[in-house]
């Protein structure tokens, strides 16, 4: 069974960065399109940016310029650097397969940015 860790997220001010990180266990990590949620409180998960298997990716508008999505399939490690942080981007961070939700989502990551 596969596992993500999420990683890397904390407080930071509005216009600061971050870097998150997602760890999948398994050997099929490699052959899927892999995507970067996020859920705010009181709303519904969204797809933040993916990354498909040949490195080619896709923005939200609301992150578009300022979120980077990569990955190491060597390490079965999708990253998310997050620039130029607003208020509107806290909540909590997933990662997972996509379109489908292919994996047991992981704990997730808390992002808060406050003054």
């Known amino acids: 069974q596969v596992q993500l860790v999420e990683s890397g997220g904390g407080l930071v001010q509005p216009g600061g960065s971050l870097r998150l990180s997602c760890a999948a266990s398994?050997?099929?990590?490699?052959?899927?399109?892999m995507g970067w949620y996020r859920q705010a409180p009181g709303k519904q998960r969204e797809l933040v940016a993916r990354?498909?298997?040949?490195?080619?990716?896709n923005y939200a508008d609301s992150v578009k310029g300022r979120f980077t999505i990569s990955r190491d399939n060597a390490k079965n490690t999708v990253y998310l650097q997050m620039n130029s942080l607003k208020p509107e981007d806290t909540a909590v961070y997933y990662c997972?397969?996509?379109?489908?939700?292919?994996?047991?989502w992981g704990q997730g990551t808390q992002v808060t940015v406050s003054s």
């Open positions: 990354i498909g298997t040949g490195g080619s990716t």
């Open positions: 997972n397969t996509y379109p489908l939700s292919r994996y047991y």
């Open positions: 398994g050997s099929t990590f490699s052959i899927y399109t």
